[in-house]
């Protein structure tokens, strides 16, 4: 039997596309929403069975008091949080607010759909590789860490970065052209520039990444500092 589920994540994009594939896959998705700040009053106003909800800083402070609102007015609702490669304390942090699971942000559909089903028979659902990676990193942490996020956006040129936020937010190529001041085929030339430097084939994808990465709101913080 299928899910009745909410997908809440800051990307729009990312949120649409994985309800259209949870849909077609005969979950029932009361909602596909952005931004997860509002992400607790939704969730408690439609009281879904499972609600997705994604995050590119599982680390940082705050980044779960919609969790813990939610499982507070609604704890039947099992949350599973969508992520990068968490470190030990993202995960921790996570189950700490109430999460019922923890999902990288590339799992295939499969991974996604069978942490659903687990959350909602109420076990935890975060794949053991996950959790081993975690442990290994608290038994021997690393001196300096590899910043995926900064490696990627050190990558790209201030005007592809807009390009890719562009595309997180799911415009397409007339829409980037337009709100960039640009010709079409430019803005055409500025997606391809960017797939090809990410090493993705599609927008999707790109988009994908980026949030997994932290990449966006990397890109975001040094846009505000540098206006």
Do not use: W
């Amino acid at each position: 039997m299928g899910v009745r589920l909410m997908v809440v994540d800051d990307h729009r994009l990312l949120a649409e596309a994985l309800a259209s594939a949870l849909k077609l896959r005969g979950h029932r998705v009361l909602a596909a929403a952005a931004p997860s700040a509002g992400a607790a009053e939704l969730v408690v106003s439609r009281a879904p069975e499972v609600c997705l909800l994604g995050t590119a800083t599982p680390a940082d402070p705050g980044v779960f008091e919609p969790v813990v609102r939610i499982k507070k007015e609604r704890p039947q609702v099992a949350v599973v949080v969508l992520g990068p490669v968490p470190s030990p304390r993202g995960i921790a942090a996570a189950f700490a607010a109430g999460a019922s699971g923890y999902v990288r942000h590339d799992e295939r559909i499969e991974g996604v759909e069978r942490a659903m089903m687990k959350a909602r028979a109420g076990e935890a659902a975060v794949a053991p590789q996950l959790l081993q990676g975690a442990f290994a990193e608290l038994l021997n942490p690393a001196a300096q860490p590899d910043d995926e996020g900064a490696r990627l956006l050190r990558m790209l040129t201030p005007r592809e970065v807009e390009v890719l936020m562009r595309v997180a937010e799911g415009e397409d190529t007339r829409l980037i052209a337009a709100g960039m001041g640009i010709a079409p085929s430019t803005a055409r030339t500025h997606v391809q520039r960017v797939l090809m430097k990410l090493g993705v084939g599609s927008r999707l994808e790109a988009a994908a990444l980026a949030a997994r990465t932290g990449l966006l709101d990397r890109a975001a913080t040094h846009r505000s500092a540098a206006t």
